[in-house]
């Protein structure tokens, strides 16, 4: 194993939001996973028109809030505490190919 990832899909651009959420029960397993693994753990994001990427030491986990859906979608899980990460902490997939 050489490492482990949280990959979100979002159907907008990069641009379109200042933040986007990781739900800190993922952010505790990162956190978990890189420790007693020992391998790195990164967030990445697929935009509509890039792909952005982010060690898991390197988000602010005090940024944090209640937040998802306004409506039940799949269970009563979709409200949870999630971290704000900012969108300009992503490094660019594709500006390094």
């Avoid at 956190?31 to 990427?53: E, S, Y």
């Avoid at 060690?55 to 009563?76: L, W």
Wanted: hydrophobic content about 45%; glycine content about 6%; overall charge positive.
């Amino acid at each position: 194993m050489v490492g482990v990832l949280e990959l979100k899909t979002r159907s907008h651009a990069r641009a379109t939001h200042e933040t986007v959420f990781l739900n800190i029960r993922k952010w505790l397993g990162l956190m978990l996973a890189q420790t007693g693994l020992g391998v790195p753990a990164l967030f990445v994001v697929k935009f509509t028109d890039d792909i952005g990427w982010c060690r898991i030491t390197d988000i602010d986990a005090s940024r944090h809030r209640i937040a998802g859906c306004t409506r039940r979608v799949k269970s009563a899980s979709d409200i949870e505490p999630v971290i704000e990460v900012p969108v300009a902490l992503l490094k660019s997939l594709v500006e390094t190919r």
